[in-house]
């Protein structure tokens, strides 16, 4: 059953087939946490119950811990992640593509997953920039 987007599920399991199933590009169902959207979800409910009830409660009675060098360390591997995937992520808008209007390439041509897959990891290296620069 094809849903057209002006129209409302007559349940929850239609809905949720149709989006992750009918709509999903079939390039990203085998790829690590991208077929489902359940994994993510329970990944954010348990960072989410961690931050706000296990790791308090653990550290309700304890000195703080010094982080500084672990700080620094941090940040240097993530400017050099920052980095690797800007360059990995735009390299098909560099070197491979021009700046004209092309048509989408959506077969699965050894050319055409590279682009997607640079393009999914431009749009997590940019979410996750956007995600620490409003906390």
Known sequence: MRLDTGTVPSNS?????ELF???????IRDKFLMGNPLPIVSIYAFYIIFIKYLLPRYMRDRKPIDIEKL???LTIVLFFNSLYFT??????????????CEPVDMGYSELALKFHDNIACLQRHLSSELKNQYQ
């Open 13 to 17: 399991t239609s809905f949720y087939h």
């Open 21 to 27: 199933y009918e709509r999903a590009d079939p390039r």
């Open 71 to 73: 700080g620094i360390a």
């Open 87 to 100: 360059v990995i992520g735009s390299e098909p808008w560099l070197f491979i593509y021009n700046w004209r």
